[in-house]
């Protein structure tokens, strides 16, 4: 069936070759996949590859195919037995070249799985005798297979240091300096995978050889290379003092997901009674900043603590209406805690709009405000655009609307409440935005403005201010690889990040709390500070990628696809105009 499936015939693969013009048809026999009594592992093996080469189906369909096919082969009594047939397959791939990695994985795999289903192949100990044979040829490098095989030989065929000593003892070449100390060869041998950064094969190995060191040193030194999963392995191989080092580094580095597992799998809760509660009230303020509310409150389980935390997190977000039906709901009074948390959390360094040079954050929801807002913005020569809207989680829903726009000159930062100027007076906002954003004298900086350009003709598709666009600056295209977003990039050059805890606040509540705007107005007025230093000649060359001064002109753009396309269609509107007046001619 497998190889009807890879497009064969079942009793016949036909092979093409083309000499000179003529196409010879030859045929491969496909007999020995049902009967391995006389074929020898090297006809297999090419049969095999002619298989894979020849058949029609996808890589990994294919590799799954021939995976079912070699367990099948292997039922069928290869001689002199499974084990050995697989372990003398194993010893003549290398010859295959770039199919040896791939074939080696599919037939120990298949193995492997041939023994989960037979109690015993009867030829185990043959086998076992020529698999530690060939282990031993790809220490030395005399035969070439991958480590990753070396290892899973190891593994299928349950080699031991003592099988290792047997086959040692028994050789000729007893001045071979791998048999003075096989045990000593081996960590010298593993101590090479170390060396190399290795690391998952040199557990791999100290595992199964059961080789014991105190490892202190090398499982900080997985950590510090990021090799959790290998670091993990080996922790849990040394015993509980391992898996408690490898638990207070993991919280020490602030991967507290890592070690609350940790914890949980090993029953290590009363060794390590705060890190369960660590890393909830980290999930907590994760779920927080993306607004998944209700799931955090879930995830609190009403626990008194956690709960009070969310309410922390809602207060600093900003969204007091959650902090009020959370008080009401589990009637917090007091808040004992929430004073810590507040001291904790200010503990870090986070611009603020004094040092920004910001003097006046300006609510505009009303027709004399947005003109003398207008009028203030068209005398600047440089401002700062930003948008927010509250967040939507609900699969498959439409966005919310863009609630509020951000304009920041050098001292004064607008905050436009689009949703109430566009019921009281679209075509007043429509007039003033379209100032603002097409005016060439004005430089409109922004931060991925693609993203708000979008959403804001989304959700005022009707107004002609937000099809247009002249004199933009992004100044994420502006560095080659801008990590941690806009707070990133802020703390790079100005030296502190934006506090982004009210990212994602409800920004239809009205009003809007201080600190909401407080954030909404930082997100505009900081990338004027960074523009002006980005342009300053004394700034670092490190934070500017390698340039003493951006040319930031040749990063300025138009959006005006509407508008191209606008004119297109008044282009082929003319158009019959034009072949009426040739047929006139």
């Given amino acids: 069936m497998c190889l009807f499936e890879m497009g064969f015939e079942e009793k016949a693969i036909k092979l093409q070759v083309k000499e000179e013009k003529a196409c010879e048809t030859k045929r491969i026999c496909l007999h020995a996949f049902t009967d391995l009594t006389y074929v020898a592992p090297i006809v297999f093996l090419y049969l095999l590859k002619e298989c894979y080469v020849h058949g029609n189906l996808k890589a990994t369909k294919r590799f799954r195919a021939l995976q079912l096919l070699v367990h099948q082969v292997l039922c069928n009594?290869?001689?002199?037995?499974?084990?050995?047939?697989?372990?003398?397959?194993?010893?003549?791939?290398?010859?295959?070249?770039?199919?040896?990695?791939?074939?080696?994985?599919?037939?120990?795999?298949?193995?492997?799985?041939?023994?989960?289903?037979?109690?015993?192949?009867?030829?185990?100990?043959?086998?076992?005798?020529?698999?530690?044979?060939?282990?031993?040829?790809?220490?030395?490098?005399?035969?070439?297979?991958?480590?990753?095989?070396a290892v899973k030989i190891l593994e299928v065929f349950d080699i031991k240091l003592t099988d290792i000593e047997k086959v040692a003892s028994q050789s000729k070449a007893k001045n071979d300096r791998r048999f003075h100390s096989v045990k000593a060869f081996f960590e010298q041998y593993i101590f090479g995978f170390i060396e190399s950064e290795s690391y998952m094969t040199a557990v791999n190995l100290l595992e199964h050889f059961s080789i014991r060191q105190s490892g202190e040193s090398f499982l900080v030194k997985m950590i510090e290379k990021k090799q959790f999963r290998a670091a993990e392995k080996w922790a849990t191989f040394m015993g509980k003092p391992m898996l408690s080092m490898l638990i207070r580094e993991y919280v020490g580095r602030n991967k507290l997901k890592g070690a609350y597992l940790i914890v949980k799998k090993n029953n290590l809760q009363q060794e390590f009674p705060d890190v369960h509660h660590k890393y909830k009230e980290s999930a907590l303020k994760k779920l927080a900043e993306k607004a998944c509310w209700d799931v955090a409150e879930a995830k609190a389980n009403g626990d008194r603590q956690l709960v009070e935390y969310l309410v922390y997190l809602a207060m600093e977000a900003g969204y007091l209406e959650?902090?009020?039906?959370?008080?009401?709901?589990?009637?917090?009074?007091?808040?004992?805690?929430?004073?810590?948390?507040?001291?904790?959390?200010?503990?870090?360094?986070?611009?603020?709009?004094?040092?920004?040079?910001?003097?006046?954050?300006?609510?505009?929801?009303?027709?004399?405000?947005?003109?003398?807002?207008?009028?203030?913005?068209?005398?600047?020569?440089?401002?700062?655009?930003?948008?927010?809207?509250?967040?939507?989680?609900?699969?498959?829903?439409?966005?919310?609307?863009?609630?509020?726009?951000?304009?920041?000159?050098?001292?004064?930062?607008?905050?436009?409440?689009?949703?109430?100027?566009?019921?009281?007076?679209?075509?007043?906002?429509?007039?003033?935005?379209?100032?603002?954003?097409?005016?060439?004298?004005?430089?409109?900086?922004?931060?991925?403005?693609?993203?708000?350009?979008?959403?804001?003709?989304?959700?005022?598709?009707?107004?002609?201010?937000?099809?247009?666009?002249?004199?933009?600056?992004?100044?994420?295209?502006?560095?080659?690889?801008?990590?941690?977003?806009?707070?990133?990039?802020?703390?790079?050059?100005?030296?502190a990040s934006l506090n982004k805890t009210r990212r994602n606040s409800n920004w239809e509540q009205r009003p809007l709390c201080q600190n909401q705007l407080e954030y909404a107005a930082l997100d505009a007025a900081v990338l004027i500070q960074i523009f002006y230093r980005v342009c300053d000649h004394s700034h670092t060359a490190d934070a500017l990628d390698e340039h003493n001064k951006i040319e930031w002109k040749s990063y300025i753009v138009s959006h005006m696809d509407n508008l191209r396309k606008s004119r297109k269609e008044s282009r082929l509107r003319k158009e019959p105009e034009l072949e009426v007046k040739d047929n006139e001619a």
Avoid at 115 to 125: P, Q
Avoid at 385 to 407: A, F, H, R
Wanted: charged share 25%; proline share 4%; glycine share 8%.
């Fill in 77 to 149: 009594s290869p001689q002199p037995g499974p084990a050995t047939f697989v372990a003398y397959c194993l010893y003549i791939l290398p010859i295959f070249g770039s199919y040896c990695e791939g074939f080696s994985h599919l037939i120990v795999s298949a193995f492997h799985r041939f023994l989960k289903t037979a109690a015993t192949t009867g030829d185990s100990l043959e086998a076992k005798i020529i698999a530690v044979r060939l282990f031993l040829d790809i220490v030395e490098g005399s035969i070439d297979h991958d480590e990753r095989i």
């Fill in 322 to 495: 959650k902090v009020d039906e959370l008080c009401n709901r589990y009637c917090l009074e007091g808040f004992p805690k929430a004073q810590e948390h507040e001291a904790n959390f200010l503990q870090h360094c986070f611009l603020n709009l004094n040092e920004l040079g910001v003097e006046d954050i300006i609510w505009v929801d009303e027709l004399n405000g947005l003109g003398k807002a207008t009028c203030h913005i068209e005398g600047s020569k440089v401002v700062g655009l930003d948008c927010e809207w509250k967040p939507n989680y609900v699969k498959g829903s439409k966005p919310n609307k863009v609630s509020i726009m951000q304009i920041a000159s050098d001292k004064k930062v607008f905050i436009l409440d689009l949703i109430k100027l566009y019921n009281d007076v679209p075509d007043v906002l429509d007039n003033c935005l379209t100032h603002i954003l097409r005016s060439p004298r004005i430089l409109k900086l922004g931060y991925n403005f693609q993203c708000d350009v979008k959403q804001l003709a989304q959700s005022y598709g009707d107004l002609e201010c937000f099809k247009c666009f002249n004199m933009l600056l992004d100044i994420q295209n502006m560095f080659k690889d801008p990590r941690g977003g806009l707070s990133g990039l802020a703390e790079k050059i100005l030296g």
